[in-house]
């Protein structure tokens, strides 16, 4: 194999250039990594990262994990964790699959050991496993998968509550009368499995002859589990401790057994899409995986002391939303075409089934078509209707009903919802007409490819003496955007540095009003009046023109198609609404899957957006719509709506970790509600319409973004065409 001196000969630079691009550090211009790294190509170098982790400190960057298996859905969960965070951070993960077999771990736990790798994760099933390792494996972190166990240095204990499990399973199943139970545990000696046992004997005893427990390694499940059965055995209730031996129990009882399958409750790993009618006890092992990830992390590289616990509470089961019963089973919803909107639809079989409710939506192409709609008597047809959050003043007085009017659980209804939505979607003028539908913000999108390439990192500096990172502000937006144009950087890997929608009365203004708030511009002054022709204003809209030029400059009339023009890969960069976001990943043509960063908007001033629904002061039947709205919040259906690409408000949506590794951009989401801005209203005018605001600010602003007139007569005429259509109202008239 080459050697280092190879390539530095071969390239026609020094030791040290080659060793420091190789090693990602240094000073070393755009060229010379070429040259190094053509050289390399050509010589056929590979990195040896083993040789790289001990020059670094004597042991190898990855991380031992010895599971019984990854065939059951928990130990799987975590290893796709471990393995994704991890590597990120540049360890390897190394998996031993030991069967649960004393002599198989130990021999696999040897091997790791020899491998000198920097930290173990374990679910032992050793009787002596703290003492084992720690004997063997004197200076490195150890953590093991279970709730507690003697005390050691540097040993970590992660886990959750199996007593916990154990018992509030069986008060679930004592409550309904149960008369023979079967538990399928590992074996007690298992400190989880043990402490799940005491657990569930604390509300059945432990000789209680309507109980069969039966336990066992997981080499043995498949065997073992027709032990239950006999023709004759019938059970009320089978409870697993896992997915592995609920299948086995399945399969035993389908050969072995004359009576049907009786109803199982597992514990299993939660997930964003679940059988609405199986019973499962969830715990959220993924997060557990994930906390680890981070401790590790700050032992391995920060120093940190391990923790000697990390202990999660139970998610528990997740039950369906109670449908009250109902004589009216029919609803009609007014709503917009959007990703929520077909969300919904796919979601419509399962709301009649579950709760006998029909509903019938009326989806508009646009939002301008329901605000039509909203202004003449043919809202008066539905129950229900989803409007535009910043069109809540000036529609929500007129067509919902307040809230505190309809005698059902709001505040319980909300409290399901993250708080950083705060009031922003149930609030008009101090009454509360709403519930969030699908709370939306701006973020900021990003090729992370490039943005970590250490060529296109080079190559920035060298332009602009300045580090290539996530853009602060809007002017470093579009400096940023003009290095990654190709007609402006001819070197550039991307063909544009932006996409930009300006084609709808919706996209335009959007576009614009994060950039006025960064300059410390609005549309009202403190009196209500409308002040659109501002130096704020004028900056502003020249930067939108600016990004524009770095963009294809096609007229785009929705957030869908610009976000495509991302999507594909052909820009760098976009700022969108998180509610459409999901056709980044979710569109066929998607190349940048796995390439993708995310970020607060440049100023960190952000619109709110999304939509509200309210029940219409028309609706025959509010109660029917209130279980309708509790069915959407519940824990069962509020992650799979924001699984299918909608965006729930609730918190269980927002704390799934399926969904967060679907669309991992939701925490920064969340982090940037409390800064965001809905565009405001005004009392100063008799007829004011955020809307018609909207369309008189969308119209110029296009004008000025496709050069029909300059920025300074955009902003000059919007102001006159506010002028003129908007009246002051008398009553306000002396502020």
């Not at 020899?114 to 720690?134: E, F, G, K, N, Q």
């Not at 089973?329 to 007014?334: G, K, V």
């Not at 970020?599 to 002061?617: E, K, Q």
């Amino acid at each position: 194999m080459p050697t280092i001196k190879d390539i530095a000969r071969e390239a026609g630079v020094s030791h040290g250039t080659v060793s420091n691009v190789i090693n990602g550090r240094g000073n070393v211009s755009v060229e010379k990594i070429r040259l190094v790294w053509q050289a390399a190509e050509k010589l056929g170098y590979k990195v040896n990262g083993k040789a790289q982790s001990l020059r670094q400190g004597g042991r190898d960057r990855a991380i031992a994990v010895l599971l019984p298996g990854i065939e059951d859905q928990q130990y799987a969960a975590m290893y796709e964790v471990f393995q994704s965070e991890f590597v990120q951070r540049g360890y390897t993960v190394q998996l031993y699959s030991t069967r649960s077999m004393e002599t198989t771990e130990t021999a696999m736990l040897a091997d790791a050991l020899t491998a000198r790798v920097s930290a173990v994760i374990s679910s032992s099933c050793l009787p002596d496993a703290v003492a084992h390792y720690r004997k063997e494996a004197a200076d490195i972190p150890i953590v093991f998968l279970q709730r507690s166990g003697p005390a050691y240095e540097d040993v970590m204990y992660a886990g959750f509550d199996p007593a916990g499990a154990g018992r509030e399973i069986a008060r679930y199943i004592h409550g309904r009368g149960a008369k023979r139970i079967g538990i399928f545990t590992e074996p007690p000696a298992s400190p989880d499995a043990g402490l799940f046992l005491q657990g569930f004997q604390s509300v059945y005893a432990k000789n209680d002859p309507t109980v069969t427990a039966l336990d066992c390694p997981n080499h043995q499940v498949e065997l073992r589990a027709f032990e239950f059965f006999d023709p004759d055995t019938a059970y009320d209730y089978l409870v697993c401790t896992d997915r592995q031996r609920e299948a086995a129990l399945r399969s035993a009882c389908a050969y072995a057994s004359h009576h049907p399958l009786p109803p199982m409750i597992t514990v299993a790993s939660r997930t964003a899409l679940t059988d609405p009618s199986a019973l499962v006890y969830e715990l959220d092992h993924k997060r557990l995986a994930h906390k680890i990830v981070k401790l590790l992390l700050n032992r391995l590289e920060g120093k940190a002391p391990l923790p000697p616990a990390l202990s999660l509470s139970n998610n528990g089961f997740r039950l369906p939303a109670a449908a009250p019963a109902l004589t009216e089973q029919c609803l009609r919803m007014l709503t917009v075409a959007s990703p929520s909107t077909t969300a919904l639809s796919h979601l419509l079989p399962y709301l009649e089934k579950s709760t006998g409710i029909h509903l019938e939506m009326t989806v508009l192409p646009s939002l301008r078509d329901v605000y039509d709609v909203v202004q003449t008597p043919a809202h008066s047809r539905y129950d229900m209707i989803r409007i535009d959050v910043a069109w809540m003043d000036e529609l929500a007085e007129r067509i919902f009903c307040p809230l505190d009017q309809l005698p059902f659980d709001w505040d319980g209804l909300l409290a399901q919802t993250i708080p950083e939505l705060g009031e922003n979607y149930t609030l008009s003028r101090g009454v509360r007409y709403c519930v969030p539908y699908d709370p939306s913000t701006q973020l900021m999108f990003y090729r992370r490819d490039l943005f970590t390439d250490p060529t296109y990192k080079r190559m920035y500096y060298e332009m602009v003496r300045k580090e290539l990172d996530v853009p602060k502000t809007f002017a470093e937006y579009n400096q940023i955007a003009s290095f990654f144009t190709r007609s402006h950087n001819p070197s550039s890997p991307v063909q544009f540095g932006s996409t930009v929608a300006v084609g709808n009365v919706s996209v335009s203004p959007s576009e614009f009003m994060p950039r006025l708030y960064e300059e410390g511009g609005s549309l009202l002054d403190r009196q209500g009046r409308i002040t659109i022709d501002t130096p704020e204003a004028l900056r502003a809209l020249r930067n939108y023109q600016e990004t524009y030029t770095y963009s294809d400059r096609t007229v785009y009339d929705f957030w869908k198609n610009a976000l495509e023009g991302f999507a594909d890969g052909s820009a760098a960069m976009t700022v969108v609404f998180i509610n459409y976001a999901s056709h980044i990943l979710n569109l066929k043509m998607s190349s940048i899957a796995g390439k993708l960063g995310y970020a607060p908007v440049p100023g960190g001033r952000p619109l709110l957006g999304g939509g509200v629904v309210g029940i219409t002061r028309d609706c025959a039947y509010p109660k029917t719509a209130y279980a309708f709205l509790s069915w959407l919040y519940s824990d069962l259906v509020a992650p799979v709506f924001t699984m299918l690409g909608g965006l729930s408000p609730c918190r269980s949506a927002y704390s799934n970790r399926d969904i967060n590794e679907i669309y991992p951009w939701l925490s920064t989401a969340r982090k940037s509600f409390p800064s965001a801005e809905r565009r405001g209203n005004s009392v100063y005018y008799s007829n004011f319409s955020e809307l018609q605001l909207e369309n008189i600010l969308a119209s110029q602003i296009q004008k000025a973004v496709l050069r029909v007139c300059p920025a300074e007569e955009a902003l000059r005429q919007a102001q006159e065409n506010c002028a003129a259509y908007f009246r002051c109202d008398p009553l306000n008239s002396s502020l």
